[in-house]
Every structure is written in C-alpha cells, then in structure tokens.
C-alpha cells in the first residue's frame, strides 16, 4: 500500500506539484521499459535546467541567441548582471537585435522545454530602470560546455 506524508507547499505552487506527479505517471506509463527514476527525470520541475535541457536549448538555438548566451554564461562562471546595451555591445548585435532574439527565445522557453523560468534571471534596477539579465554559475558552466562541443564540432 502507498504510504502519504503530508508536505508544506505553497498555494500558488500546489497545480505545479500536481502537473509534476501526473507527468512521472504518464511518462512510466507511456514508456513500460522505463524504472521511476527515468520517469523521474522525465518529469523535471519546471523551474530547474539541467544538462540534458540545457544542451538541447543551445543546440536548437539561432546564431545569435548563442552569442547572447556566450556573453551570459562568461567562461561558464556567468557575468555581472548585464543590460541589453552591455549584450549588444558584447556580442556585436544591434540593441533591437538582441531584444528581437530574446521575444521568441522566451517563448520556445515556455513552449518547446516547458520551463517557468529561462535559463537566466532577469533583475531591474531602481536606480536606472533598466532590466539587467544575470546567468548562475551551474547554467552558465552546462551553457558554456555545450558551446564548447559544438565550436569543436564545427572545426572539424
């Protein structure tokens, strides 16, 4: 028999632990050769990348979203919070450029990975108004490592 416990979750996250619990189940049900933990990794939180994700975003990405990426992720030890100007002036793209990437970026985000969250944060500053974009340290290393691969590949 199923044991319960009862575990403390937000209000305004309660539909993503039920969307979270249904995906397992259809993911082992729809693939029986599959043990939990494949449909557990399946099953991802919406609100974490990791390297499987991570690498089929940047794969899938345009030229010039992978430039804006390169300038976030910085080594793979992410950057200073940077605004649009600084990524325009860091990747050689016009200022509506990098805004016009980023639009349906966001949407392939949401749509195509089913992520909440992209793989960086975005801040506003009080002072200037202005949106700065941000890339952490273990997105910016799987980000800058897949770049790397595909760079080599691409040199053959």
Same mark, same amino acid.
């Not at 996250?13 to 979270?20: A, G, L, P, S």
């Given at each position: 028999?199923?044991?319960?416990?009862?575990?403390?979750?937000?209000?305004?996250?309660?539909?993503?632990?039920?969307?979270?619990?249904?995906?397992?189940?259809?993911?082992?049900?729809?693939?029986?050769?599959?043990?939990?933990?494949?449909?557990?990794?399946?099953?991802?939180?919406?609100?974490? #990348?990791?390297?499987?994700?991570?690498?089929?975003?940047?794969?899938?990405?345009?030229?010039?979203?992978? =430039?804006?990426?390169?300038?976030?992720?910085?080594?793979?030890?992410?950057?200073?919070?940077?605004?649009?100007?600084?990524?325009?002036?860091?990747?050689?793209?016009?200022?509506?450029?990098?805004?016009?990437?980023?639009?349906?970026?966001?949407?392939?985000?949401?749509?195509?990975?089913?992520?909440?969250?992209?793989?960086?944060? =975005?801040?506003?500053?009080?002072?200037?108004?202005?949106?700065?974009?941000?890339?952490?340290?273990?997105?910016?290393?799987?980000? #800058?490592?897949?770049?790397?691969?595909?760079? =080599?590949?691409?040199?053959?």
């Amino acid at each position: 028999m199923t044991e319960f416990v009862n575990v403390p979750v937000p209000a305004d996250r309660v539909q993503d632990v039920y969307e979270f619990l249904a995906k397992t189940k259809r993911a082992a049900f729809n693939n029986p050769d599959w043990d939990e933990e494949q449909a557990k990794s399946y099953a991802r939180p919406p609100y974490q #990348w990791d390297e499987e994700l991570v690498g089929r975003m940047v794969q899938e990405s345009s030229e010039k979203m992978r =430039s804006i990426l390169r300038s976030l992720a910085a080594d793979g030890v992410g950057r200073d919070p940077q605004s649009v100007d600084d990524i325009a002036k860091l990747t050689g793209l016009e200022r509506a450029q990098v805004v016009a990437t980023l639009g349906p970026f966001d949407k392939r985000v949401k749509g195509r990975y089913g992520m909440k969250v992209m793989p960086f944060d =975005s801040v506003s500053d009080a002072e200037d108004g202005r949106r700065y974009l941000t890339m952490p340290e273990d997105v910016a290393q799987m980000v #800058w490592a897949k770049l790397e691969e595909l760079e =080599s590949k691409k040199a053959r």
